[in-house]
């Protein structure tokens, strides 16, 4: 593999992770310490997003965790808070449907984060949702929004909070109990810094309670997260568990424990604030205002009479960089620089600018200033 990956997802996978999924594999239906090694696991998440709700580690990447929680939730007609700044975002009113629910969709301005006042005021005048949707960082845009405050006020109302962190967890600061968040989501591939494949569900006793209520049956099976309520107890998953996915997975947990999330965290935050700073100086633009970014991506326009595949073709073949362009309203509008999990290091970054500069000279543009060394100024 000849890549740097600086993609939101996937990620840099560091070479520990890769060998713990080399490990021989054990039976994990029957052999009886997988269920412990699985356990552990999932408290060790929690202990990361500082939550004692029950964690679940789902087969299937990030957006199996998107739909399990809406599968989980809709009861026929149910009246469903959307909140949309961006495609993920709006994307969650497809899974309400797909369960018979009604979405209600709270739109906010799509080039910054959700105005936590405007949607007070609209939750003044219609509170009555069973559940709310929110996207913590909407990857294709970059926006953060301000789940601290959102799911606060949407528990006040007696909302269950439904929130999208794939792409933020672990990069940005997640507080699970403090924050009110009944289901929080998220995957293997972004921050994590695992290969693709699991989706991450923590699930608290209100968002529970909601499911056990239900008049009618959740109508799924590998959606059901019902069905994993006693899996310790008795010893049973709803299906084998990918076992070689888990414990590269729990690697790369402990690789975060070992650091420590507050070191990861700022790890993530002093580089999303240079690459940022580098980009405005550069006389490129930023494509959400500069204090509504997530620090785990830089969305970056692309200036006028700039081809985006041709871009990210030159710093594919000729540097070896792996950067995104975007899909939906953004696709060859923006490119999008992941600097999450393992590809938040210093080394991987200022190369990636470096490669940035030369490629965007090559196809026109020239940039006000030398990007890999204004970045390290930043630091
Ligand atoms: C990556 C991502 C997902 C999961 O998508 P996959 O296609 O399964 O990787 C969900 N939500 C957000 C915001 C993401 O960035």
């Not at 399990?68 to 961006?86: M, P, Q, Y």
Request: aromatic share 8%.
């Amino acid at each position: 593999m000849k890549y740097t990956i600086m993609t939101p997802g996937p990620t840099d996978v560091r070479e520990n992770v890769m060998l713990s999924r080399a490990e021989k594999c054990t039976n994990p239906d029957l052999d009886l310490e997988f269920y412990d090694f699985y356990k552990e696991t999932c408290e060790k998440i929690g202990k990361l997003l500082h939550t004692k709700n029950r964690v679940r580690i789902l087969s299937g990447e990030g957006i199996l965790g998107l739909e399990a929680a809406c599968a989980s939730l809709t009861e026929n007609n149910d009246r469903v808070l959307v909140i949309d700044n961006g495609i993920y975002g709006e994307g969650f009113k497809d899974f309400v449907n797909m369960y018979g629910g009604n979405p209600i969709l709270f739109k906010g301005d799509r080039g910054r984060a959700i105005d936590v006042n405007e949607l007070k005021l609209f939750l003044d005048k219609d509170s009555n949702f069973k559940y709310a949707t929110v996207v913590h960082c909407d990857t294709p845009s970059g926006v953060l929004n301000n789940i601290e405050e959102i799911c606060k006020l949407l528990k006040s109302k007696g909302i269950l909070t439904v929130v999208d962190t794939v792409s933020a967890m672990i990069g940005e600061e997640v507080k699970i109990d403090e924050w009110g968040i009944d289901i929080a989501l998220g995957g293997s591939q972004k921050a994590i810094s695992a290969p693709p494949g699991l989706s991450i569900v923590t699930i608290s006793d209100d968002a529970m309670n909601a499911m056990k209520k239900r008049k009618q049956p959740i109508a799924s099976f590998y959606c059901n997260l019902l069905i994993w309520e006693n899996y310790y107890e008795n010893k049973w998953f709803p299906y084998t568990m990918p076992i070689s996915d888990i414990k590269g997975l729990a690697t790369a947990i402990d690789n975060i424990l070992d650091e420590g999330i507050e070191n990861v965290i700022s790890r993530h935050s002093n580089i999303g604030n240079a690459v940022r700073k580098t980009i405005i100086d550069a006389g490129l633009e930023l494509n959400i205002i500069e204090s509504d970014n997530s620090n785990t991506v830089t969305v970056v326009k692309i200036p006028e009479g700039i081809c985006c595949n041709e871009l990210l073709k030159i710093l594919r073949e000729k540097y070896n960089v792996f950067i995104a362009g975007s899909f939906g309203y953004l696709e060859n509008k923006v490119l999008r620089i992941g600097h999450m999990g393992e590809s938040a290091k210093v080394d991987k970054v200022t190369y990636t600018l470096l490669s940035l500069e030369m490629a965007l000279k090559e196809v026109g543009f020239k940039c006000k200033v030398d990007l890999s060394k204004t970045f390290i100024s930043y630091l």
